[in-house]
């Protein structure tokens, strides 16, 4: 990869049961990074990827994974430099089949900066912090700010009729998110390079 070329992020949509509310804020996240210059925006949807529950004999720190689809997965994620995750909160975490599909790649991941757009009770706060634990783990970088979509936002979205641009600080939440992914995106991308 050239050390000059545009930085590539993936916008994953971290929940894939039926009904999902996750596609209408990915959607918007995209539609918002679209207008930026300076990263490349790609979406990602899990059910793409139906990963079983994790069953390879090795941990990914320490071997490839064997399953078909998770080595997929993993050369999707080895293409990107960053990435956003949309999550929903479930039982004040994060959902199994996004966990599942962190579980399955671990260099993919190393070195790059993580976001988060969060949905749910409290903004999928609690889902959020757990999921920059994981991260931390990933040796990825989790930056500060991110979109916290609280249940008057969630049920203005899905039940009344609402869009995204009602609710003012969500844009404003996203804009320093970008921000800040743009920077960390640049600065770790830079580093990975001069060690490649």
Known sequence: MS???TPRIGIIIGSTRE??????PARWISGIAAKRTDM???L???RDYPLPFFEEQMSPVYAPPQHPVAQRW?????TLDGFIVVTPEYNHSASAVLKNALDYAYREFNRKPIAFVGYGG???ARSVEHLRMVAVELQMAPIRFAVHIGMIEFLGVWQQGKSFDDFPHLGQ???AMFEDMAWWTQALKAAR????
Do not use: M, W, Y
Not at 19 to 24: A, C, E, T, Y
Not at 74 to 78: D, T, V
């Open 3 to 5: 050390p000059h070329s």
């Open 19 to 24: 009904g999902r509310f996750g596609d209408k």
């Open 40 to 42: 490349q925006f790609e």
């Open 44 to 46: 990602i949807d899990l």
């Open 74 to 78: 993993a050369a999707r994620l080895a």
């Open 122 to 124: 409290v903004g999928a």
């Open 173 to 175: 939440a996203a804009t």
């Open 193 to 196: 390079e001069t060690q490649d």
